[in-house]
């Protein structure tokens, strides 16, 4: 059996906030674990490269990994929770740059 997309989420972030999107993808597998995932923040002004991801965390390709400006780097990974409040810590950041 295959995973299931639990999650699939855009959300337009307004000039006042920065500008951009917040995109999150959430795969299950049958018994409801996180087998995958993805976390972006996306603003083609910002950053052109890396489809407009200015930054995000996800684990495609084998790994869990960010993603920022560009640059890809290995991360460590405790919990699905734990990332996403990175992610959330690291975006807000951002934006009130």
């Given at each position: 059996?295959?995973?299931?997309?639990?999650?699939?989420?855009?959300?337009?972030?307004?000039?006042?906030?920065?500008?951009?999107?917040?995109?999150?993808?959430?795969?299950?597998?049958?018994?409801?674990?996180?087998?995958?995932?993805?976390?972006?923040?996306?603003?083609?002004?910002?950053?052109?490269g890396d489809n407009g991801r200015v930054i995000g965390f996800d684990n495609a390709h084998g790994y869990h990994h960010r993603h920022y400006y560009g640059k890809v780097e290995a991360v460590g990974f405790t919990s699905y929770e734990d990332t996403e409040m990175l992610f959330e810590k690291e975006w807000l950041a951002l934006r009130s740059t």
């Open positions: 059996m295959s995973d299931k997309k639990l999650i699939d989420e855009s959300h337009v972030i307004s000039s006042k906030w920065g500008n951009g999107m917040l995109r999150r993808e959430v795969w299950v597998d049958e018994r409801g674990k996180i087998t995958r995932y993805n976390l972006a923040y996306i603003n083609a002004q910002l950053f052109s």
